[in-house]
């Protein structure tokens, strides 16, 4: 069978406020705000499955990766989800950091809490690097990875 599938276009992730999503994803991690528009009617529902979606969208990005956050102004009755990362369908988001405790800090200050202290692989071939799970408010997960510097 031949391959039809050529890469990921990009990740899409809900948030609750489109404009505070940018505040950390823009300001805080370093991602390009590409674009920004506004989806509703037909092309919303049909793409979603969601009746009477009406969506703000913005498309961030780093290096060759993008992520597309959006806000859904309706319908009202949204849920906030808060998955543990064991919970069958809790996806997270791994960026490769160059120095972990900055990172950590810089993503405390704007309210993602991490799991615990970075975790260092001992053995395997990943050992020497740190790894840690960070979550917001509105159910959000990342990951922070930090590869083994030189000095160590």
Do not use: K
């Not at 979606?53 to 859904?72: F, K, P, R």
């Amino acid at each position: 069978m031949e391959q039809n599938f050529t890469g990921i276009a990009h990740t899409g992730i809900t948030v609750r406020n489109l404009d505070d999503a940018l505040a950390f994803w823009v300001g805080v991690l370093g991602f390009a705000l590409e674009r920004r528009f506004h989806l509703d009617g037909e092309l919303a529902e049909g793409v979603t499955g969601v009746n009477s979606a009406t969506i703000d969208v913005a498309v961030v990005s780093l290096g060759e990766q993008s992520v597309e956050l959006l806000q859904y102004l309706s319908p009202p009755n949204r849920m906030i989800v808060r998955p543990e990362p064991c919970d069958v369908g809790s996806v997270h988001l791994a960026l490769n950091v160059i120095d972990m405790d900055a990172a950590i800090e810089a993503a405390s200050l704007a309210g993602w809490v991490p799991a615990g202290p970075p975790v260092v692989a001992t053995h395997g071939p990943r050992a020497g690097t740190a790894f840690i799970y960070l979550s917001d408010q509105h159910g959000g997960t990342l990951e922070f990875i930090a590869a083994p510097t030189a000095a160590e």
